[in-house]
C-alpha cells in the first residue's frame, strides 16, 4: 500500500519531466516527426546526406519548457505531445553544420554556444547541448537564443517557428525554416593584395572575442546571421542589421572599416579600396 501510495505521488512529475523516450509513457502522448519546408528547402532542394545542426525546442504555451534536442539527422527527432495541450516550437538550423561548426569549444564538450542552454554549471558556464537522437523532456531547461538571439556568428542560419501548435492526427510537424542571415561579398584588386599574407574581419555584433580569419583571396564571402531587438517580433520579414565592418590586413599597417545594414537573406557587395 505504502509503495502504490509514493508511486501515485511522483507520477505527475514523471509525466512532467521525463529525460528519455523510456520513461514518457507513449499511450498518452501523440508521436510526431518533424517536416523543413520554406527558405531552407528552397536553398537546398536535394542533399546526398544531412549534415546540418538543427537544435528545436518545445514549450507549453505558457512558455514553461517541456522538452529540447540538439540533432544532426532530421528523421531522428521523435516529439511525444499531448494531445489536448497547446505548445510554442523553435527551430534554429546551421546547414552542413558537421563540418563547419567546431565540436569542442573552450573544453566544451557541446557544439558552439549557437546551442548552448539556459542551465549554468558549477564554473558559471552555460551548460553545452550535445547531439542526441531523441529529445530530452524537462521543465527547466531550453535553449539560451533560439527566443532572441544576443549575437551574430559567421554561419548561415535558418530559423523556424510556430507560435501556438495543436498536435493533429497527421503527426507531422511542419518547420518553416526561414533565411536567418545576410551575406557580405567583398572583391579585392588582384595586384593590391599581392603581398598580403592573411586578412581578418571582425564585426561588432560577433560573439565576444570572435575573430573571423580568411586566407587572402580576391573575393570573399561572408555570411553573418542576424539578431532582433525584442522577443515580441520573432525574426521580422524585414529584419536588418546596422553593424560595423573592420578589415585588418598583415603587411599593411591601417584598417579599412564600412558600415554596413545587414538585410536577411540580402547580399551586400564590397569592392574593397586599399
Not at 540538439?70 to 511525444?80: G, M, V
Not at 542551465?119 to 539560451?144: A, L, M, P, T
Request: glycine share 4%; hydrophobic share 35%; net charge negative.
Amino acid at each position: 500500500m505504502k509503495q502504490t501510495s509514493l508511486f501515485l505521488l511522483f507520477f505527475p512529475l514523471l509525466l512532467w519531466s521525463c529525460k528519455d523516450e523510456e520513461q514518457c509513457p507513449a499511450k498518452d502522448y501523440v508521436e510526431a516527426t518533424f517536416q523543413l519546408t520554406g527558405e531552407w528547402a528552397e536553398d537546398y532542394p536535394q542533399f546526398e546526406e544531412f549534415m546540418d545542426y538543427i537544435g528545436i525546442e518545445v514549450l507549453h504555451a505558457d512558455g514553461t519548457p517541456y522538452a529540447y534536442g540538439l540533432f544532426d539527422d532530421i528523421d531522428s527527432p521523435k516529439i511525444k505531445l499531448y494531445p489536448n495541450e497547446q505548445y510554442i516550437i523553435r527551430a534554429m538550423l546551421v546547414p552542413d553544420g558537421r563540418e563547419k561548426i567546431p565540436v569542442s569549444l573552450n573544453g566544451c564538450l557541446g557544439i558552439t554556444d549557437i546551442f548552448w542552454l539556459n542551465k549554468i554549471n558549477s564554473e558559471g558556464k552555460r551548460q553545452c547541448s550535445n547531439v542526441e537522437e531523441n529529445f530530452i523532456y524537462d521543465n527547466e531547461v531550453h535553449f539560451w537564443q533560439l527566443e532572441c538571439p544576443l549575437y551574430t556568428y559567421p554561419y548561415k542560419i535558418y530559423a523556424g517557428h510556430i507560435p501556438l501548435y495543436t498536435p493533429s492526427s497527421e503527426h507531422i510537424i511542419t518547420l518553416d525554416m526561414k533565411r536567418m542571415f545576410s551575406t557580405i561579398l567583398l572583391s579585392y584588386d588582384e595586384e593590391a593584395i599581392a603581398e598580403v599574407d592573411a586578412i581578418f574581419y571582425y564585426l561588432n555584433h560577433f560573439e565576444e572575442n570572435e575573430i573571423f580569419y580568411i586566407n587572402r583571396k580576391e573575393e570573399q564571402k561572408i555570411d553573418c546571421s542576424l539578431i532582433w531587438e525584442t522577443k515580441n517580433n520573432w525574426l521580422p520579414d524585414n529584419c536588418f542589421l546596422n553593424d560595423e565592418l573592420r578589415i585588418s590586413m598583415t603587411n599593411k599597417p591601417y584598417d579599412i572599416v564600412y558600415s554596413l545594414k545587414l538585410e536577411r537573406g540580402k547580399i551586400q557587395k564590397i569592392d574593397v579600396e586599399l
